[in-house]
């Protein structure tokens, strides 16, 4: 005996209304559109109002423009300028060239002058662009969490100064990441020269450090591992991966 099943009471007593109901993949009126607007016309409204969308995201915010009292011959309005820098990642550099419109870095791509890159680059190297265009990206001063103006913490430092000129410095801390520019390490030396008893901290939420101890315990010496990996013939990676989060990942996919 093949069993029978039913979705409700209604379907078991065959009432009319179950029967239509059955018979209609969705319920009335929400499969006809209104009378006087067909298909063809309701995909055009949809087709306009996404594209009238997208046009309003790719504009460039409302901006006082300035113009240049002498016009720089080197910067044209729509003709890109390419520069050369250099990107650090941890205990490495990237040779890079950027290429900017108007004074606003928008593609990067390896130098191939570079040893470290050789107009290579990674996945991590092409989006770091987009933190410059985060909004959540730090704009104010903050102090205790409420918004401050630089005026405020000019003020701020002012005081912070003249109560610590002193003391040379005592219960002042600074805390940075970590950073291998010269300009804020001539900073930073200056800072320290003011007030010799600073206390300047950095902190990597990422570090290499306890890496760098255990090579150090080992051979007594600051050393740091370089991998050859044209030379292996089987590479067995254990909670580590050479090729995305290795410092050295651009030269690794190289081979």
């Not at 298909?39 to 790719?58: H, V």
């Not at 990441?177 to 900073?187: I, Y």
């Not at 370089?226 to 090729?243: W, Y």
């Amino acid at each position: 005996m093949t069993p029978t099943y039913w979705r409700s009471l209604a379907q078991l007593e065959e009432r009319p209304e179950s029967r239509a109901f059955l018979e209609r993949e969705f319920p009335e009126g929400a499969s006809e559109l209104p009378e006087g607007v067909t298909r063809r016309d309701m995909m055009m409204l949809l087709g306009a109002s996404l594209s009238l969308a997208g046009l309003a995201g790719c504009r460039r915010p409302v901006e006082e423009i300035v113009p240049f009292v002498t016009a720089p011959e080197e910067i044209v309005p729509g003709i890109p300028r390419y520069y050369a820098t250099t990107m650090p990642f941890r205990r490495s550099a990237y040779g890079l060239i950027v290429e900017s419109h108007e004074g606003r870095p928008t593609k990067i791509e390896g130098n191939p002058s570079h040893p470290s890159t050789l107009g290579a680059s990674s996945s991590r190297v092409q989006a770091s662009v987009l933190g410059l265009y985060d909004p959540d990206r730090s704009q104010t001063i903050r102090l205790k969490g409420a918004p401050k103006s630089w005026s405020d913490f000019v003020t701020a430092w002012g005081q912070l100064s003249e109560a610590h000129a002193a003391d040379g410095g005592a219960g002042l801390a600074v805390l940075s990441e970590s950073f291998s520019s010269p300009t804020l390490a001539r900073l930073a030396s200056g800072l320290r020269a003011r007030y010799p008893r600073l206390q300047w901290a950095t902190y990597e939420a990422v570090s290499d450090e306890t890496r760098l101890a255990g090579l150090r315990s080992a051979t007594g010496r600051d050393l740091d591992l370089m991998l050859r990996i044209d030379q292996a013939s089987v590479i067995l990676a254990l909670d580590a991966d050479p090729l995305l989060t290795d410092p050295e990942m651009i030269r690794h996919a190289r081979g």
